[in-house]
């Protein structure tokens, strides 16, 4: 099954707000033309394994490029986003229009609970389980509301880095029950849940260097990994693992604080099934 990514062409894109402390700095800074540049690299890229879809961008809604954050999807479900932050909240109604019309289930949250969809919620590819971070932007009792909804296992991690304020940014689910992540961006309990359900030999733990270039914020396609920048080291232990690293520069959207997870949502979400022990 070829995988199917749902992206937003950067028309609108720029750095308007504050939100995170990427964006600290950076308001009206970005470059539309080299923004423009690094986003065809990047759907050029992954187009070349995968499917991207296309969703237009509308005014008013400059982060609308980062579409992981509309929802999360598993099967023909979509579990639309909420978002904390008033700024974000009027790409809700775009994105609930084009799931409805790509003829999606669309089903909501309380609207009392943030939740910023495959931002925070990623699906674990070695086994039937939801990871689903917590301390920032969605809300806690997103938990029990998604396992719910769901029927599916959720695994909650704090987040105790304001640099990481959504799960994507600091941990990448890999083909093969591989999880790529920055453990400093966690609580000691989360670290030790992390530790419980993923054994040692597929763990991929990445220094402060490449976590701050976002390189778990990735997009696995099969054995491709598409990500901003990683350091050779990093880019080795994956290789090691049997994963084709590419880096595409996305630096202009780095300054809103997103990089190739952020830019991406896979449509075709399936339920995870428990991957071969690691030797």
């Known amino acids: 099954m070829t995988d199917r990514y749902l992206m937003c062409a950067p028309d609108n894109f720029d750095v308007s707000y504050v939100i995170n402390p990427w964006m600290q700095g950076n308001v009206a800074a970005s470059c539309n033309d080299l923004a423009w540049r690094q986003w065809d690299a990047l759907a050029d890229a992954i187009a070349g394994v995968a499917s991207v879809e296309r969703i237009a961008g509308q005014p008013g809604v400059p982060d609308m490029v980062f579409t992981a954050n509309a929802g999360l ?10 978002f904390r932050h008033a700024e974000r909240q009027p790409e809700e109604a775009h994105f609930e229009k ?6 999606f289930d ?7 609970l943030a939740f910023e969809g495959a931002g925070d919620a990623l699906l674990d ?8 971070g917590y301390g920032h932007r969605t809300s806690i009792e997103c938990a029990a509301a998604l396992a719910a909804l769901l029927d599916i296992e959720v695994e ?14 600091c941990l990448c689910p890999l ?8 453990p400093q961006a966690f609580d000691d309990a989360s670290r030790a849940r992390i530790a419980a359900r993923v054994p040692a030999a597929r ?28 350091s050779p080291a990093l880019a080795r232990n994956l290789a090691a693992r049997g994963f084709q690293v590419r880096q ?4 202009e959207f780095m300054k809103a604080g997103g990089a190739a997870k952020c830019l991406t949502l896979k449509l075709n979400e399936a339920r995870g099934t428990k991957a071969r022990a690691a030797a």
Not at 125 to 132: A, D, I, S, Y
Not at 156 to 169: A, N, S, V
Request: glycine share 8%.
């Open 125 to 132: 590819r070695g086994q039937p389980l939801l990871w689903m």
């Open 98 to 103: 084009w799931f409805q019309e790509q003829g």
């Open 156 to 169: 909650p991690l704090r987040l105790i880095d304001e640099r990481f304020y959504h799960l994507d940014t």
């Open 203 to 230: 763990r991929i733990e990445v220094a402060e260097a490449d976590a701050l270039a976002f390189a778990c914020n990735a997009v696995n396609s099969g054995r491709h990994v598409f990500l901003n920048r990683a």
């Open 175 to 182: 083909v093969g029950g591989y999880l790529m992540y920055y």
């Open 248 to 251: 595409t520069p996305l630096g």
């Open 106 to 112: 669309v089903v909501k949250l309380a609207p009392e």
């Open 73 to 82: 999807v598993l099967q023909n479900t979509v579990v639309l986003s909420h």
